[in-house]
């Protein structure tokens, strides 16, 4: 059980560094704005609805990514640390 808690511990105070977290935001936004002058020639107008769901999609997945980067915490949306280790929720 303490070696557990070694790996948890060391998965706590190991976050992902920040550069990373904006290079995947640029990244993600660049490939989006070019999406666009890709699908033109080959959809015309259809590429619109499709470009929305490829961005709602992609972008969607990077916010997940930025929240669960850091599961460890009293956020909303942290693992219920006290649940697991005590047997309530709360």
């Known amino acids: 059980m303490v070696d557990m808690m070694s790996c948890m511990e060391r998965v706590a105070n ?5 550069s990373y977290s904006i290079h995947l935001k640029q990244t993600v936004t660049l490939y989006l704005f070019a999406l666009p002058f890709t699908l033109v020639q080959e959809l015309g107008w259809g590429m619109i609805p499709l ?3 490829v961005a709602f999609t992609l972008m969607g997945i990077e916010g997940i990514a930025d929240e669960i980067e850091m599961p460890f915490g009293l956020d909303n949306f942290d ?12």
């Open 79 to 90: 693992l219920p640390l006290g649940a697991f280790a005590f047997g309530f929720w709360g």
């Open 14 to 18: 190991t976050p992902i560094p920040r």
């Open 51 to 53: 470009v929305t769901v």
